[in-house]
Structures are given as structure tokens and as C-alpha cells.
């Protein structure tokens, strides 16, 4: 009888344990066309919808000509309007794209950017970018944009996974595809579109000269048409209003890290210093961020050794600044509540080959597992080659996740 009543506890334990699992695993379940599918319906039905691309210099367009028609951005824009006019809906499209856009400067661009516009779905373009930001960085940051954007609303997310045209076709797609996985967010890999019918070779007919990174108008056009056959699938077996269940909001636990999720970006309006030493606010503004509004600006210095400091509190703790041929480099360290200091880590605002050209760059100072104060300390270079004195360093702000 015991023996009985002890199969009949586990019975029970093991029905219990399969329904929980069940209950707090639908997101988990959901199809990854589910949200796409959702704001196709509202094109469908005639509703208005705000899409976005948010990306770096390719998702910008260059090097494509004339950017307004020929980038794939423009072309996936054109496809949207194409499929709104049988419905009388309105398609507002916003082109997010800043050169130098990596996971890491998007997180602190997703609230204003994406979050403000109401926007209904985003296509993610950091698989170049991501190749230069460091290891322990890229992953959690990437997570970061998606959870920032997914995380308690409908918002649908499109992965794009570009490459260059370096040997092997380098891009950030076996980290990040994992991830993209994990929340059950559709992509479109180019590289993998043209592999499956063409070779490494068919990429020389997408660059022009040199040139590695920025495709030229056949490129864009490629990316656009496998971008919009992935969508024309999904327009074209579109169910039923009725038969398309709504996006379960919540997400689930975070794959690598969820600190990025959650952000705070202090620059020259909404942080004062504790104590400046020859520091001046305002910094480069790269044109494609003036473009997309709410630019955001630092502090700049070109006396040696000027020293400026912060107070902040998180769990994570980075700096970011610009890049360029005409900058100096400088010093960035933290000091906890109890005294001890980071490491000091450099920032190489001194780029020989950026000539004339603000490039995006970001250094984490201290990663920690629970929220403490930090003061955050920036010091301009006290050494310097003769061509490099009386320029200035700069940082664009200090991004701070909790």
C-alpha cells in the first residue's frame, strides 16, 4: 500500500512539474513568425505601422548610390509601401542606421531610437560592428538591444546577419545566431543566401576596389532581395486574423545576461562631474547621429593629464567615445565604495586610419554582479608623439548597466 501511494505522490509530482514547465515556458513555445505575422495583419487590415532598421554605416547605406533608393534599407522600405497601398495602410519607416553602431552603442541608442518611436518592427544589423567589439562585451550587449526591445510589448525583430569580404566571410552570426535562436527571432543570413548556390567568389561582384566592408549598389540590392523574400513567405501564407496568436510579452530568463537590458547613458545634459580638471563639455557629433536626433555628447579636453571624474552606480560600467586620426589618446578607471581601483584601461581615441572620420568606440571598466557605487575616472594622456600634441581626447558618455 505504501509502495502505492508513493507511485501514485510521484505520479502526481511529475504532473504537477510537466504543467508548470508548460504554464511558464509559452514564450518558449511561441513560433518565431508570431510577432512578424501579428504586424503583417495590421498592414493587412489597413492600420498604420512604424518600422525601423537599426544597424551601422551598411544599415546607413553607404556606398550605395543614391543612398534614398539604392541602400537595402530603401528597397525593404519600398517593398513595405508596395504591399501597404493594396490595404490603405501607411507605413512610417525610420532609417536608425549610424556608422560605428555596434550591440554596444545600441543599447544606448534603443530607447530613443526605437522604444520613443513606437515602432512595430525592428531589423538588427550589428554583425559587422560586433566583430571589433571585445569578446566579453558583444554577447551581452546584443542580448541586451533585444531584450530592451522585446521584453513586455509586441515589438517583431528581423536578425540580419551581414559579412564582409574578408577571407572566410567574417561576421558575428555563430555568436549571435544562438541568441537569435533562443528568443525565437527570425534572420536572414546573406552570407548563407549565397552559399547555397553560389561561392566566396560571388561576393567580388558585390564591393567595389578595395573596399571590404561597405557593399556597393548589387550588394545592397542582394540583401534587400533575400530580406524581402523572407517577408513576401510570411505575407503571402499570412493566416487568418483569428488563426494568429497574440505575442506572449514577457520573455523568458536571459540567455547570457540580462544587465543590458536594463541601462542608464550619462553624458554632458543629465550628469554633472564630481571634479573637472580641464574638461570641456561637448564633443564629435557624427552626421548620421545628428540625423536621428537626440544626440548625445561628452566632454573633450587637450591639456595633458586633465583629469575628470563621475559618480555612478550599476553593475557594469563602460565609456564611450570617438574615434579619429585627429584625436589624443586617453585613461579610464573606476574606484569602488571601498577604495579599491580597476584596472586602467586605455581608450584609444587615436586612430591613424579614421582620416577625418568620428568612429563609434566603447571600454567596459568593471563588470560586477550586483549594483554598487563607482567613481568613474577619465584622464587625458599625459604622453604624446610631437604630430599628436594639442590634440584632444574625448568621451561621449558613460554607459551604465544595473
Avoid at 502526481?12 to 511561441?30: P, R, V
Avoid at 517583431?156 to 561576421?171: C, E, H, K, Q, Y
Avoid at 581615441?349 to 563607482?374: D, M, P, T
Amino acid at each position: 500500500m505504501k509502495k502505492i501511494c508513493l507511485m501514485l505522490v510521484c505520479a502526481s509530482l511529475t504532473l504537477f512539474s510537466a504543467c508548470a514547465q508548460k504554464k511558464g515556458s509559452n514564450y518558449m513555445e511561441e513560433k518565431s513568425e508570431v510577432r512578424i505575422q501579428n504586424v503583417l495583419a495590421k498592414i493587412r487590415r489597413g492600420e498604420n505601422v512604424n518600422i525601423a532598421v537599426l544597424g551601422g554605416s551598411i544599415t546607413t547605406g553607404y556606398s550605395s548610390n543614391p543612398i534614398e533608393k539604392n541602400s537595402w534599407a530603401a528597397r525593404v522600405n519600398a517593398w513595405f509601401d508596395q504591399i501597404a497601398q493594396k490595404s490603405g495602410s501607411k507605413i512610417t519607416f525610420f532609417n536608425e542606421g549610424v556608422s560605428g553602431t555596434d550591440s554596444a552603442f545600441a543599447v544606448a541608442r534603443v530607447k530613443d531610437h526605437i522604444i520613443n518611436n513606437n515602432i512595430d518592427l525592428v531589423i538588427l544589423e550589428f554583425s559587422v560592428n560586433d566583430l571589433w567589439l571585445e569578446s566579453n562585451t558583444r554577447n551581452k550587449t546584443y542580448e541586451g538591444v533585444i531584450r530592451q526591445i522585446m521584453n513586455g510589448n509586441e515589438i517583431a525583430v528581423l536578425a540580419l546577419f551581414i559579412n564582409t569580404r574578408d577571407s572566410g566571410l567574417p561576421s558575428q552570426q555563430k555568436e549571435q545566431q544562438p541568441i537569435v535562436d533562443y528568443y525565437h527571432i527570425p534572420f536572414v543570413s546573406w552570407k548563407d543566401c549565397i552559399l547555397q548556390n553560389g561561392s566566396a567568389s560571388t561576393f567580388d561582384a558585390f564591393y567595389d576596389g578595395s573596399e571590404t566592408v561597405h557593399p556597393n549598389n548589387k550588394g545592397h540590392e542582394s540583401i534587400a532581395n533575400f530580406i524581402i523574400q523572407k517577408l513576401e513567405t510570411y505575407w503571402k501564407n499570412l493566416p487568418a486574423d483569428k488563426s494568429i496568436p497574440k505575442p506572449v510579452k514577457e520573455l523568458p530568463k536571459a540567455f547570457i545576461d540580462d544587465k543590458f537590458e536594463f541601462v542608464e547613458y550619462y553624458h554632458k545634459d543629465n550628469i554633472k562631474p564630481l571634479q573637472n580638471d580641464g574638461w570641456n563639455p561637448g564633443t564629435p557629433r557624427h552626421d548620421d547621429w545628428v540625423k536621428r536626433g537626440n544626440v548625445k555628447e561628452g566632454w573633450q579636453t587637450d591639456k595633458p593629464g586633465a583629469e575628470i571624474t563621475f559618480e555612478v552606480e550599476g553593475s557594469i560600467v563602460g565609456v564611450t567615445y570617438c574615434e579619429s586620426d585627429d584625436f589624443r589618446n586617453a585613461t579610464a578607471w573606476v574606484t569602488a565604495e571601498d577604495g579599491t581601483e580597476s584596472e586602467k584601461v586605455p581608450l584609444q581615441c587615436y586612430v591613424s586610419y579614421r582620416n577625418g572620420y568620428y568612429g563609434w568606440a566603447y571600454r567596459e571598466l568593471i563588470c560586477g554582479e550586483k549594483s554598487q557605487k563607482y567613481t568613474v575616472h577619465i584622464m587625458c594622456s599625459k604622453r604624446a608623439a610631437a604630430d599628436r600634441n594639442g590634440k584632444f581626447c574625448n568621451i561621449t558618455g558613460i554607459l551604465v548597466a544595473k
